[in-house]
């Protein structure tokens, strides 16, 4: 029997989380991508994994391939472009797994809105825009508003607007670069950035914990911090886990961006997979959990266990990521480091772009250049360690 993982270029998650921990698992691991090139040619980075190449995005290249290897004990996917086919192809196959109407809800932000909407749980004033529609279609949405690929992840071409001019522009623009992708027009949901992190087996969901974001300046979203903050008030816990209820989410992963304001816990978008950038690695680490085995666990059909109880923690950490602040190549930068800093905090820093490589600015986290991490006992402690942490190395762009 056999694990299979789809996706698409390697990421941290699936390196240095999923791979190992199905090797320890004593799981034979195939990956299923369509970019095997990209992956590491050492079958010792992989964990041991194979890699073939398939066409992960439908569903049949996706049965295909699981059909030409040994029989499945379990398929998953931590990509959000795949958790849809991913989720149709177990469906086929009779493993366990989530509800591909879930994931679709979840891709597809109109249909997050229209579904939260319809479950009487929150309405944000939405308008989709097609490939030919004129943008003054979302005129009747209030401004500020918020421009973004109807399917789109990583805050890529995701923009603060305030106005029609301003829209018309940013919607030439997100066109320019995705030609043919629908756009959506959403109402600026202003409040407090929290994420809620959930682990479910199809019958009973898991609180992990959550995060407090701290973001760049407008007019794009790139999230520069993370501080651990999982003690959110019941009233605005129901109001997520309602929210994740009505959407179908309840298998496997989730990662839920929301804002809070007035008493409310208003939805920004539902990840249907582990949260990413590394976090999830840490979070792993802070609770002591093996995330990325329960993980696989689930999808081979085994019950949630017991799991920490994130609140009473006695332990805070932080992460941040160093941005490039222009366009340009990369030519100074540190390799991987660990250290224990003052009060006994870990600190670890992981490289997310490599020296030598040329990249635009994008006010995305494709402009992220590293990863920076502390735990320890208290948030005080911890940012002043993280703080000097940083400030002992360096990162230099040129354009």
């Given at each position: 029997?056999r694990?299979?993982?789809?996706?698409?270029?390697?990421?941290?998650s699936v390196?240095?989380?999923?791979?190992?921990?199905?090797?320890?698992l004593?799981?034979?691991?195939?990956?299923?991508t369509?970019?095997?090139?990209?992956?590491?040619?050492?079958?010792?980075?992989?964990?041991?994994?194979?890699?073939a190449?398939?066409?992960?995005?439908?569903?049949?290249?996706?049965?295909?391939?699981?059909h030409?290897?040994?029989?499945?004990?379990?398929?998953?996917s931590?990509?959000?472009?795949?958790?849809t086919?991913?989720?149709?192809?177990?469906?086929?196959?009779?493993?366990?797994?989530?509800?591909?109407r879930?994931?679709?809800?979840g891709?597809?932000?109109?249909?997050?809105?229209?579904?939260?909407?319809?479950?009487?749980?929150?309405?944000?004033?939405?308008?989709a825009?097609?490939?030919?529609?004129?943008?003054?279609?979302?005129?009747?949405?209030?401004?500020?508003?918020?421009?973004?690929?109807?399917?789109?992840?990583?805050?890529?071409?995701?923009y603060?607007?305030?106005?029609?001019?301003?829209?018309?522009?940013r919607?030439?623009?997100?066109r320019?670069?995705r030609?043919?992708?629908?756009?959506?027009?959403?109402?600026?949901?202003?409040?407090?950035?929290h994420?809620?992190?959930t682990?479910?087996?199809g019958?009973?969901?898991?609180v992990?914990?959550?995060?407090?974001?701290?973001?760049?300046?407008?007019p794009?979203?790139?999230?520069?911090a993370?501080?651990?903050?999982?003690?959110?008030?019941?009233?605005?816990?129901?109001?997520?886990?309602?929210?994740?209820?009505?959407?179908g989410?309840?298998?496997?992963?989730?990662?839920?961006?929301?804002?809070?304001?007035d008493?409310r816990?208003?939805?920004?978008?539902?990840?249907y997979?582990?949260?990413?950038?590394r976090?999830?690695?840490?979070?792993?680490?802070l609770?002591?959990?093996?995330?990325?085995?329960?993980v696989i666990?689930?999808?081979?059909g085994?019950?949630?266990?017991?799991?920490p109880?994130?609140?009473?923690?006695?332990r805070?950490?932080?992460?941040?990521?160093?941005?490039a602040?222009r366009?340009g190549t990369?030519?100074?930068a540190?390799?991987?480091?660990?250290a224990?800093?003052?009060?006994?905090?870990?600190?670890?820093?992981r490289?997310?772009?490599?020296?030598?490589?040329t990249?635009?600015?994008?006010?995305?986290?494709?402009d992220?250049?590293?990863?920076?991490h502390?735990?320890?006992?208290?948030?005080a402690?911890?940012?002043?360690?993280l703080?000097?942490?940083?400030?002992a190395?360096?990162?230099k762009?040129?354009?």
């Open positions: 029997m694990l299979y993982l789809t996706a698409l270029n390697p990421t941290d390196l240095d989380g999923f791979l190992p921990a199905a090797a320890r004593g799981l034979p691991v195939t990956v299923l369509d970019q095997p090139a990209a992956w590491p040619a050492s079958p010792a980075q992989r964990s041991g994994a194979e890699v190449g398939a066409d992960v995005r439908d569903v049949r290249g996706v049965l295909d391939a699981v030409r290897g040994e029989p499945p004990v379990a398929l998953l931590n990509s959000d472009h795949l958790q086919p991913t989720a149709l192809a177990a469906e086929y196959l009779g493993l366990p797994g989530k509800d591909w879930a994931t679709l809800r891709k597809d932000k109109r249909l997050t809105r229209r579904t939260v909407a319809d479950a009487g749980l929150d309405r944000v004033a939405a308008v825009l097609g490939p030919d529609d004129s943008p003054e279609r979302a005129a009747t949405v209030p401004f500020p508003a918020v421009v973004k690929p109807r399917e789109g992840v990583a805050s890529e071409d995701v603060l607007v305030d106005g029609v001019t301003e829209l018309r522009r919607v030439a623009e997100i320019a670069r030609p043919g992708q629908s756009l959506l027009v959403e109402e600026y949901l202003a409040g407090d950035l994420t809620l992190e682990l479910g087996d019958t009973t969901t898991a992990l914990g959550g995060w407090r974001t701290s973001l760049g300046p407008p794009t979203f790139t999230e520069e993370l501080d651990w903050a999982p003690e959110l008030p019941a009233p605005l816990l129901a109001q997520v886990l309602a929210q994740l209820d009505a959407l989410v309840g298998f496997g992963a989730c990662h839920t961006e929301f804002v809070v304001a008493g816990a208003r939805l920004v978008e539902v990840n997979r582990l949260i990413g950038d976090v999830d690695l840490v979070m792993a680490e609770l002591g959990l093996p995330l990325f085995a329960q666990r689930i999808h081979a085994d019950p949630l266990p017991a799991l109880d994130p609140v009473s923690l006695a805070h950490a932080r992460v941040e990521w160093v941005c602040d366009s990369l030519v100074a540190p390799g991987p480091v660990d224990t800093g003052p009060g006994g905090v870990l600190l670890g820093s490289p997310l772009r490599t020296v030598g490589v990249a635009p600015l994008t006010g995305t986290n494709r992220y250049l590293a990863a920076l502390g735990i320890g006992p208290d948030p402690t911890v940012r002043d360690a703080r000097d942490f940083r400030a190395h360096r990162w762009i040129e354009a």
